[in-house]
């Protein structure tokens, strides 16, 4: 992979840092306290008068939980080389990410399972998942798939999803708080293209309304040829990643929530004689 070179990013190092301070919240008194280094200097970096030590810079960014990306854009604008690789999936060392994430998918089986990139598009899914979207516009599931225009575009599954609502009220949560934490104009832009899409009528058994959902996992129920199917959908990632692909990837999992789906979802899996 060619990474740029140093000094080559125009957008100054002080207005990045300031712009990932405000982003969480902090004044400079705040991220002092929380990186040890004195308010004066801090606010010397963000006036651009001072230039952190590489060793600095990558405190101050892991303290405002900047994503690896973007770490390395502040070690560019600072004139240092970046140090956080992301592995194109042609290169030989991505065989090993690529194995990682593949064993992680085929034991959920036969719960449906996928992985998806910072950008919600999907780069990996068992068989499962493929029979769960089955029935989709082939338009939707030709790569590259965008899991959220999958589930809740009409012409994806999002007819078939029983609970479309609070389903929709899930995703569009992690949307806004993904646009939060990394501020990407396409997860904005896609933000803004769902909430044209037909709105579901509010059900008395859909508790969207409220934000409530079952803790640690959602519930999906999607209408199948084969039945009801209803799911606890949870997400996993790769929390210690040091590689910026592997880091932005979320594993989405659909664990079945009955002894029906649990049955479906067998005999989905069986081999065909």
């Known amino acids: 992979m060619t990474m740029p070179q140093p000094g080559m990013y125009a957008r100054p190092l002080g207005d990045l840092l300031k712009e990932w301070r405000l982003r969480r919240r902090l004044t400079q008194v705040d991220l ?4 040890e280094i004195p308010t004066k200097r801090l606010a010397a970096m963000e006036n651009g008068r001072d230039v952190p030590t590489q060793d600095m810079l990558l405190r101050i960014a892991e303290r405002l939980r900047v994503p690896l990306r973007e770490q390395n854009t502040m070690l560019l604008a600072a004139g240092m080389a970046p140090i956080f690789q992301a592995l194109d999936s ?4 991505a065989d090993g990410a690529r194995q990682a994430i593949n064993t992680v998918l085929a034991t959920q089986e036969p719960n449906p399972a996928c992985a998806i990139d910072r950008r919600w598009y999907v780069v990996a899914a068992n068989r499962a998942f493929s029979a769960m979207i089955a029935g989709a516009d082939p338009i939707l599931t030709k790569p590259p798939i965008n899991f959220v225009r999958l589930t809740l575009h009409p012409a994806g599954i999002a007819l078939r999803i029983a609970n479309l609502g609070q389903w929709r009220a899930y995703l569009e949560s992690r949307l806004r708080r993904r646009i939060e934490l990394r501020g990407d104009d396409f997860l904005s832009d896609l933000l803004e293209e769902i909430a044209d899409y037909p709105t579901p009528p509010t059900r008395d058994d859909d508790p969207s309304v ?5 803790g640690f996992a959602v519930p999906l129920r999607v209408e199948t040829y084969a039945g009801t199917m209803s799911f606890l959908s949870t997400t996993t990632v790769f929390g210690t990643a040091v590689d910026i692909l592997l880091s932005e990837l979320t594993i989405e999992s659909f664990l079945a929530a009955d002894e029906g789906t649990k ?3 067998l005999r989905q899996a069986e081999p065909a004689n």
């Open 32 to 35: 002092a306290c929380i990186t």
């Open 90 to 93: 042609q290169q030989p060392g």
């Open 263 to 265: 049955n479906i979802l």
């Open 210 to 214: 409220d934000g409530v959902y079952a």
